[in-house]
C-alpha cells in the first residue's frame, strides 16, 4: 500500500462547478501538507501549505486537513478553465528532507 | 530571479549512452532533489542532498548517480542509458529550516527534463 494515495482521475467538470480533489495517507506522523499544481509539460508549483489539522483559504482555493481521519482535502470555487492542470498532494513528518507525493489527479474544466 | 534551472529541456539517447542533467538554483537553498515523472506514477525521488556536500538515495536510485559541485548546483548522471529511464525528470530545491518553528518543506521545481531511451 502507498503512502499517501490520491485518485488519479481524470476529472472533468463545467466551468463554475466546485472541485473536490482529495488524498489519503498512512503516516499519522505527517504534520505538513502541500497541493501543488502542475500545468502540462510544466514544474510542479506550490498552491496551497498548511501545517496540521484545520482549513486554510485562498481566493477561491480551500485547503482542509483532517489528521484523525487521515485525509486532506483541496476545493476550488467557481472553476475556471485555466485551472485545468494535474493537482498533486504531498506531505512530510517534521524534520524530514523528503516529500511524499501522491500520484496527482488531472483535472479539466470545460468552458 | 530565476528560481531553478534545469537544462537540457529535451534529450534523445540511445539505449548504453550516458549523460548528464543539469540543475542550478539561485535561490540560497541547501537541499536539493531529483525526481522522475512517469504517467500514473507521480514523482518518486531518484536522490537528495541535504546539504552542500552530502547525498543519499531516494526510492528508485539503481542507474543513476549525482554530484552535489556546490551549494547551488546538483548533477543527475545516466552512466548507461535504457529505455526504463525514459520520463521527465525535474528538479527541486528547498531553504533548509533553521528552527522547527520556521520549519517549511516547500520544495521549488525546476520546468523538467523530457528524456527518451531509444
Known amino acids: 500500500q502507498k503512502e499517501v494515495e490520491q485518485d488519479p482521475g481524470p476529472l472533468s467538470v463545467p466551468e463554475g462547478a466546485i472541485v473536490s480533489l482529495n488524498c489519503t495517507y498512512s503516516?499519522?506522523?505527517?504534520?505538513?501538507f502541500m497541493w501543488y499544481r502542475q500545468y502540462s509539460r510544466k514544474g510542479p508549483e506550490l498552491l496551497m501549505y498548511?501545517?496540521?489539522?484545520g482549513n486554510k483559504e485562498d481566493g477561491r482555493f480551500t485547503a482542509q486537513v483532517d489528521k484523525s481521519s487521515k485525509y486532506i482535502s483541496l476545493f476550488i470555487r467557481d472553476s475556471q478553465p485555466s485551472d485545468s492542470a494535474t493537482y498533486l498532494c504531498?506531505?512530510?513528518?517534521?524534520?524530514?528532507?523528503?516529500?511524499?507525493f501522491g500520484q496527482g489527479t488531472r483535472l479539466t474544466i470545460n468552458p | 530571479n530565476a528560481g531553478v534551472t534545469q537544462t537540457p529541456k529535451f534529450q534523445v539517447l540511445k539505449t548504453g549512452q550516458s549523460m548528464t542533467l543539469q540543475c542550478a538554483q539561485d535561490?540560497?537553498?541547501?537541499?536539493m532533489y531529483w525526481y522522475r515523472q512517469d504517467p500514473g506514477m507521480g514523482l518518486r525521488l531518484i536522490y537528495y542532498?541535504?546539504?552542500?556536500?552530502?547525498?543519499d538515495k531516494g526510492e528508485v536510485p539503481n542507474g543513476y548517480n549525482v554530484s552535489r559541485l556546490n551549494k547551488r548546483e546538483f548533477s543527475l548522471r545516466l552512466e548507461s542509458a535504457a529505455p526504463s529511464q525514459t520520463s521527465v525528470y525535474f528538479c527541486?530545491?528547498?531553504?533548509?529550516?533553521?528552527?522547527?518553528?520556521?520549519?517549511?518543506?516547500?520544495?521549488?521545481f525546476g520546468a523538467g527534463t523530457r528524456l527518451s531511451v531509444l
Open positions: 527541486a530545491s528547498r531553504r533548509h529550516p533553521l528552527t522547527v518553528t520556521l520549519a517549511k518543506n516547500i520544495q521549488y
Open positions: 503516516n499519522s506522523a505527517f504534520q505538513y
Open positions: 498548511t501545517y496540521s489539522s
Open positions: 504531498a506531505m512530510s513528518r517534521t524534520g524530514a528532507q523528503k516529500l511524499v
Open positions: 535561490m540560497n537553498h541547501n537541499s
Open positions: 542532498s541535504a546539504s552542500e556536500g552530502t547525498t
